[in-house]
Structure formats: structure tokens, C-alpha cells
């Protein structure tokens, strides 16, 4: 079972930066971020494979997020910058079962989960 850890959320103002870090045990395949508030679906926001090391970002962060993996292959980082209110959300960070990623940020594609850090932007 992969165990997924993440780390680095926080509470900033509007135009500022995070930087989000997962770290998984014994993997190295597709991994994304998710993100949820409460009484809305999980969303996508960006995933990235090996091998090839494509990445995916869903509508409402490309631009303003940039996902990327160490060298090492197992930990992947969230670049978010010029953060605004509506990116306030518990962010997942997510396995999936092959090497590369699916285009589309699929949900029910990804295997694992971690436990969530949280990303509070205010105005």
C-alpha cells in the first residue's frame, strides 16, 4: 500500500505563494493534487507522470501552479503562486496505478490518498 505524506499548506493573503511537497513510500508513478471544500466535489489541479514526465493542470490553476518531482522521483511539489480566496482548500495529494497520467485529472483513476493539507487564502 502506498503511503503518501504531505506537507507545506498554510494560511496566506491574496498574490502570495505556497509551496505543497508529497512524499511517497516505495512509489514512482503518475501522482497529483486534488483539492475540496466542504459540500463540493474533489477537483483536480495537476498531475505529473515519469518516464515522460507530463503534466496536467486542471482550468481554473494553469498558469498559476506548477507541478514538478524530485529527481528522485517519489516526492512531487505544488507551486502555487498569485493565490486568490476561491484556492482556499484542503489539497490531496493522489497515486496513481501506471507510470504516466491520465489527461483529464480522472478521480476515480488514482488509488492512493494522503490525509489532506490545508490552504486558507484570504482577501
Known amino acids: 500500500q502506498v503511503q503518501l505524506v504531505e506537507s507545506g499548506g498554510g494560511s496566506v493573503q491574496a498574490g502570495e505563494s505556497l509551496r505543497l511537497s508529497c512524499t511517497a513510500s516505495?512509489?514512482?508513478?503518475?501522482m497529483a493534487w486534488f483539492r475540496q471544500t466542504p459540500g463540493k466535489e474533489r477537483e483536480g489541479v495537476a498531475s505529473?507522470?515519469?518516464?515522460?514526465?507530463?503534466?496536467f493542470y486542471g482550468d481554473s490553476v494553469r498558469g498559476r501552479f506548477t507541478i514538478s518531482r524530485d529527481s528522485d522521483e517519489n516526492t512531487v511539489h505544488l507551486q502555487m503562486d498569485s493565490l486568490k480566496p476561491e484556492d482556499t482548500a484542503m489539497y490531496y495529494c493522489?497515486?496513481?496505478?501506471?507510470?504516466?497520467?491520465?489527461?483529464?485529472?480522472?478521480?476515480?483513476?488514482?488509488?492512493?490518498w494522503g490525509q489532506g493539507t490545508q490552504v486558507t487564502v484570504s482577501s
Open positions: 493522489a497515486a496513481g496505478p501506471s507510470r504516466e497520467c491520465r489527461y483529464d485529472l480522472y478521480l476515480g483513476a488514482y488509488v492512493a
Open positions: 516505495e512509489y514512482r508513478g503518475c
Open positions: 505529473i507522470g515519469t518516464g515522460l514526465g507530463r503534466a
